[in-house]
C-alpha cells in the first residue's frame, strides 16, 4: 500500500544540546511511523513498524538545506514485525540555519524477497471441486498495474479455503460483515496473510465474518484449511482473491506471476470462466 507524509521543520543553530523529537505516521492505519530526532547540528531518522508480524518496506525521499548524510543508507529498508530501526543521520553543513522535508512510503511485504519460481500451488480449495475464475490476470474490474497477477475464484459463502503453501500466518481480519462493489469498502473486507519462506506473502481476501480458521502466527501447512470464503470488502459478489506479493517502492505490494498444481496439471494466469479442478 502507499501512503505518504510530509513534515516540514526549520531550526536554527541553539545554544543547547537539548534534542528535539518528530514523529509522523501513515495516515491511515496508523502502523508504520518515522521520527526524526533533532539536535543543534544533526538530525536522525528512525522508522517504527508497528504491524505484529507483517514486514514492511519503507522508502524516504529528503529535500534538505544545509543538511548532508553523515551515517546510514538511502532505503528502500525492510522492517520486520514490531521493529523499530535507526535508518540514517544528516548532519549540518555551514553553521547556519537549516531545513529538511521529508516524504516516505511504505508496503506489505520484503522488497528483496526472490520469489521461488519453481513453486507449484496448489488451488486453494478442496478437492473434487470445480471452481470457475472470475478475473484472471490483467483483469478489467481491478487486476491491473501492480495488482495484474491476482486471481478471483467464485465461489459460495462458507466454501472452505485451503493454503496454497506453506508458511506462517503473519495476519487475520474477520470482524468485517460489510461489502460492495465501490472503492468506500476496500477497507472492509476480511483475510488472512501467510508468509513463505522466501519471503513472499499469499494474500487471501473476502473471507467472511468470523470465518478465519487460524490465528496470528501459526504455521499452516499446504492444503490446511485457513477459514471460509465470504462477500466482504470491495467485491461484486462472493469469491476469494488471491495473490502472490513482496514489497515495492512508491506502489502497492507487487503481485508475482505464480503457477498453481491443477488436477489437468501446471497453469499460470488462468482466463476468466476457466473451471479448475484442485489436486494436492
Not at 53 to 79: A, C, E, H
Not at 132 to 143: L, P, T
Request: aromatic content about 10%; glycine content about 10%.
Amino acid at each position: 500500500m502507499r501512503f505518504t507524509c510530509v513534515v516540514l521543520l526549520g531550526l536554527i543553530l541553539a545554544l543547547t544540546s537539548a534534542a528535539l523529537a518528530n514523529t509522523t505516521c501513515d495516515e491511515k492505519y496508523g502502523k508504520v511511523c518515522v521520527e526524526a530526532v533533532a539536535t543543534s547540528d544533526t538530525v536522525t531518522f528512525y522508522a517504527e513498524n508497528r504491524f505484529d508480524l507483517v514486514p514492511v518496506t519503507l522508502n524516504i525521499d529528503l529535500t534538505l538545506r544545509n543538511l548532508q548524510l553523515k551515517s546510514g543508507g538511502n532505503g528502500p529498508f525492510v522492517l520486520e514485525g514490531k521493529d523499530r530501526i535507526a535508518l540514517f543521520a544528516l548532519r549540518s553543513i555551514q553553521p547556519t540555519a537549516w531545513r529538511y522535508r521529508y516524504e516516505f512510503t511504505f508496503s506489505r511485504g520484503d522488497v528483496t524477497a526472490q520469489h521461488d519460481n519453481g513453486y507449484r500451488y496448489r488451488l486453494p480449495f478442496e478437492e473434487g471441486r470445480a471452481v470457475a475464475i472470475g478475473q484472471g490476470c490483467n483483469g478489467r474490474f481491478s487486476h491491473i498495474e501492480y495488482q495484474r497477477y491476482a486471481v478471483d475464484f467464485v465461489m459460495p459463502i462458507g466454501t472452505p479455503i485451503l493454503a496454497a503453501r506453506e508458511g506462517r500466518v503473519v495476519a487475520v481480519k474477520e470482524d468485517s460483515n460489510r461489502g460492495g462493489p465501490s472503492r468506500a469498502f476496500e477497507d472492509d473486507g476480511n483475510y488472512v496473510m501467510v508468509l513463505h519462506n522466501d519471503r513472499t506473502i499469499a494474500q487471501y481476501f473476502h473471507f467472511k465474518q468470523n470465518g478465519a480458521e487460524v490465528r496470528l502466527g501459526q504455521m499452516v501447512q499446504r492444503g490446511q484449511l485457513l477459514g471460509y470464503s465470504g462477500n466482504t470488502g470491495r467485491s461484486t459478489g462472493p469469491h476469494l482473491h488471491f495473490d502472490v506479493v513482496k514489497g515495492a517502492v512508491g506502489i502497492e505490494s507487487e503481485t508475482l506471476p505464480i503457477t498453481f498444481q491443477s488436477a489437468n496439471g501446471p497453469i499460470s494466469c488462468p482466463a476468466e470462466g476457466t473451471r479448475l479442478n484442485a489436486s494436492r
